[in-house]
């Protein structure tokens, strides 16, 4: 990977900003796996009151969680790459990816019952196509190229790295 790193650019500040992403994607991604999997035993069982609590808590975790996430990502992760013609179709589908989990969390927030279940299954399977392009295509893409660092677009945002790597990475991190 630091053969095609362009002059300049800190490897090991990359590595570590793409494990933190990475880190953070499965930190979510298992939340999510959690609550749609309770909602869906709650539905399978008829319990209607289990139902709605845990709909409302997965409620809760998209809009604090997911939607941040999703919008936070469009301004400093995909902006670099998206003026890059390798990488604009990509950064075109994932944005288009990121309104199709916003119209699903907002069916999510009107429907009960077998519907509710069934919206938090399609959001839990398209964020977890989205996080996998995220991973394997688009942010290599980002640390090897010579004009972007992954590092700078991830800087101090806990939306994209979590809490604590936000706050280690904001404190460890200097400019040359």
């Known amino acids: 990977?630091?053969?095609?790193?362009?002059?300049?650019?800190?490897?090991?500040?990359e590595a570590q900003a793409l494990l933190a992403v990475e880190g953070h994607h499965a930190d979510?991604?298992?939340?999510?796996?959690?609550?749609v999997g309770l909602l869906t035993e709650a539905v399978e069982?008829?319990?209607?009151?289990?139902?709605?609590?845990?709909q409302a808590a997965l409620l809760d975790w998209c809009?604090?969680?997911?939607?941040?996430?999703?919008?936070?990502?469009?301004?400093?992760?995909?902006?670099?790459?998206?003026g890059m013609p390798e990488a604009r179709l990509l950064?075109?589908?994932?944005?288009?990816?990121?309104?199709?989990?916003?119209?699903?969390?907002?069916?999510?927030?009107?429907?009960?019952?077998v519907a509710a279940a069934v919206a938090a299954g399609a959001i839990q399977r398209i964020f977890a196509l989205h996080l996998d392009k995220e991973n394997r295509l688009l942010m290599p893409f980002v640390v090897e190229s010579p004009g972007l660092s992954l590092a700078q677009a991830v800087e101090g945002l806990h939306e994209l790295v979590g809490e604590s790597a936000a706050h280690q990475h904001g404190r460890s991190h200097h400019r040359h």
């Open 45 to 54: 069982a008829g319990d209607t009151d289990a139902g709605q609590e845990t």
């Open 28 to 35: 979510m991604l298992r939340h999510l796996n959690g609550l």
């Open 91 to 113: 950064v075109d589908g994932m944005l288009a990816e990121h309104q199709v989990i916003v119209s699903l969390v907002d069916e999510l927030r009107t429907a009960d019952g």
């Open 1 to 13: 990977m630091n053969a095609v790193m362009g002059p300049g650019k800190d490897a090991s500040a």
């Open 63 to 82: 809009d604090k969680e997911l939607v941040p996430h999703a919008l936070a990502e469009e301004g400093p992760l995909y902006g670099g790459p998206h």
